[in-house]
């Protein structure tokens, strides 16, 4: 229909010159892989699914001194868009896709078990969610096994990823010291590049069509297969702030908030907020 064309061929032709990235995690930048050398900008995706980069970004390659967590501690994924501060809009809303976060055994960081994530739903995107919440909340399954993990955060903007090569990857690498005494064996696994197709149904996927914003019939399939966990034996930890200790695989909890105000349904196709749909992004 028209309506479609009109929006293809606008999201076809607009620049795109800026992004997202994650800055900090709750307050602080340490155990987080740099992405990229020097002053240049870290907030471009990742679009070649097969690319070596898939796994930790550009730059992101080699381990840095993990931060001390515990089970069942909550992190908070701050992102940025241009400035990091309070004026920054941390991505631009025409970026609507999913979230994920996977771990690895580190410092390799070969082997990923994805902990979470979130496509549509609720009405609504997870980017959308991410931008609402200037971040994304994760805490950290009670029955982590102990040591140093990798932790993956990423982001996938689809408003171009209707042209096979085009969707928008933007992750980050995040190195941890999980505490306690859990041991245990992740699964299942997949890897990066690898856990993603270029052709898939969830990375070849078009937004722009009546349904827009919302997928049709709101059905996305989240790229990177179902979310898994930790199995085996599960001890005590120290110093964590979750309940009771599970011995069987894990769902993680919340992550994405829910949107603070909402008007009832939020299935419209007006875009959301006030920010331009269209313009530098
Ligand atoms: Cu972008």
Redesign the pocket.
Known sequence: MLFSKVLAALAATTA?SA?TWIWQVSGSTSGLRPIKNGSEYRGN?IQDVSSSSMRCNVGGGSAVTPRNVSPGQQLYFEYAHNTPGPQDDIL?PS?IGPCMIYAARGPQATDWVKLWHDGYSGGQWCTIKMIRNRGIYFTIPSNMPSGHWVLRVEVL?LHSAYTVGEA?FYMACMDINVSGSNSGTPSPIVRFPGAYSSTEAGVKFNVWTSSYPNPPNGQYPIPGGSVGGFSGSSGGNTGGNNGGQQTTTTQVRTTTQAPRTTTQGNNNNSGGSGSPLYGQ?
Do not use: E, G, L, T
């Open positions: 795109v992004h995706p631009d970026h903007a928008q992004w």
